[in-house]
């Protein structure tokens, strides 16, 4: 498993940004995959989870604006993500796991494989 991340950038409060995550040895189609982020100075936390069934889980804090989609085909996973906040800044992760279990999703200690992070800044 190669995940790779990508689609981070700087945008205004209010944007829309959408980032995406590739496996490029395509050997995780059917794990789980999930977002996790960590801005400076603070731990990394959960965002969003989804399941090979497209079952989704996602942080309070990200609840209405965000949302986790994938393409089993491509082995990938990607975060639409919508009116932005400052809060929101943030280096984005993306994880994936073969066996971790529904309760588990939101912790990152659950999930073996990691992508390099892509930064997202959120500013005026």
């Known amino acids: 498993v190669q995940l790779q991340a990508s689609g981070g950038g700087l945008v205004q409060p209010g944007d829309s940004l959408r980032l995406s995550c590739v496996d490029s040895?395509?050997?995780?189609?059917?794990?789980?995959k999930a977002w996790f982020r960590q801005a400076p100075g603070k731990e990394r936390e959960f965002v969003a989870a989804?399941?090979?069934?497209?079952?989704?889980v996602y942080a309070d804090s990200v609840k209405g604006r965000f949302t986790i989609s994938r393409d089993n085909t491509k082995a990938a996973v990607f975060l639409q993500m919508a009116s932005l906040k400052p809060e929101d800044t943030a280096i984005y992760y993306c994880?994936?796991?073969?066996?971790?279990?529904?309760?588990?999703?939101?912790?990152?200690?659950?999930?073996?494989?990691w992508g390099q992070g892509t930064q997202v800044t959120v500013s005026s």
């Open positions: 989804i399941n090979r069934g497209r079952n989704t």
């Open positions: 040895g395509r050997t995780s189609a059917s794990y789980v």
């Open positions: 994880a994936a796991d073969r066996q971790i279990i529904y309760s588990e999703y939101h912790r990152s200690r659950g999930y073996e494989y």
